[in-house]
């Protein structure tokens, strides 16, 4: 079976209003088709690299071969699991959470994106919540990084909500222009003091060898 050799496939975290999960094949072409629909103000760029700049059919597909290359290049020294939100069943955004030699460094960083027409409802709060409660309560994490340019005020509103402090600021270059990446950090102290949203983890302790964790 699938789970015996991929024990990822059966990763499930659900919040009140939400399931975070992989998804099948024609879930991620949902996802594909959602991201080339649009996720942001197309004159704001909120990412590093530019990908939604490209034509939608290209959009679509990168998100589709991004999922596919996390979980093909995945060792449990440096991973990265991309996971599908879904809110009363629709695929809603992604959620992203990522580590290099976790075991040592306990650090995990974060990232996301929702379709335009989900924003505003609360979901980027919930979804990112969900990641840090496996992040903390899962995988033993101590501390976890977001960064958002000054000009994303949604996702630094996120952090301010779930705890995160000012951690400095990369100059970045974006779209030939100069762009201020506010860094923010999360300590587990921190977390504790700001967790609201309920989380249910299902199927992670055989997953754990694959974070580069024992196994319980």
Same mark, same amino acid.
């Given at each position: ?52 700049? @490209? ?5 679509? *597909?990168? #998100?589709?071969?991004?999922? +596919?290359? &996390? $979980? ?26 990522? @580590? ?5 460094? *306990?650090? #995990?960083?974060?990232?996301? +994106?929702? &379709? $335009? ?26 501390? @976890? ?43 587990? @102290? ?27």
């Amino acid at each position: 079976m699938l789970l015996d050799r991929f024990p990822l496939a059966g990763l499930r975290l659900t919040t009140p209003r939400l399931e975070l999960r992989l998804p099948s094949n024609e879930e991620l072409a949902e996802l594909g088709e959602l991201a080339a629909a649009g996720v942001h103000d197309p004159d704001v760029m909120p990412f590093l690299v530019p990908w939604t700049d @490209a034509p939608p059919a290209e959009v679509a *597909r990168s #998100v589709i071969q991004y999922l +596919w290359s &996390g $979980l093909g290049e995945w060792s449990p020294q440096d991973w990265r699991l991309n996971l599908t939100v879904f809110h009363e069943g629709t695929v809603v955004g992604t959620q992203g959470i990522e @580590a290099r030699d976790l075991a040592i460094t *306990r650090e #995990v960083s974060t990232g996301s +994106w929702l &379709g $335009l027409e989900y924003h505003g409802q609360g979901i980027g709060t919930e979804m990112r919540a969900a990641v840090l409660h496996l992040a903390f309560a899962g995988l033993g994490a101590e501390e @976890a990084v977001s960064g958002a340019f000054e000009h994303n005020a949604a996702s630094l509103a996120v952090s301010r909500k779930l705890g995160y402090q000012p951690d400095g600021v990369n100059r970045r270059v974006v779209r030939d222009r100069l762009v201020i990446e506010q860094r923010q950090r999360l300590t587990r @102290a921190g977390w504790e003091r700001h967790r609201r949203v309920p989380v249910t983890i299902d199927g992670l302790e055989p997953c754990l060898p694959m974070f580069g964790l024992p196994a319980q």
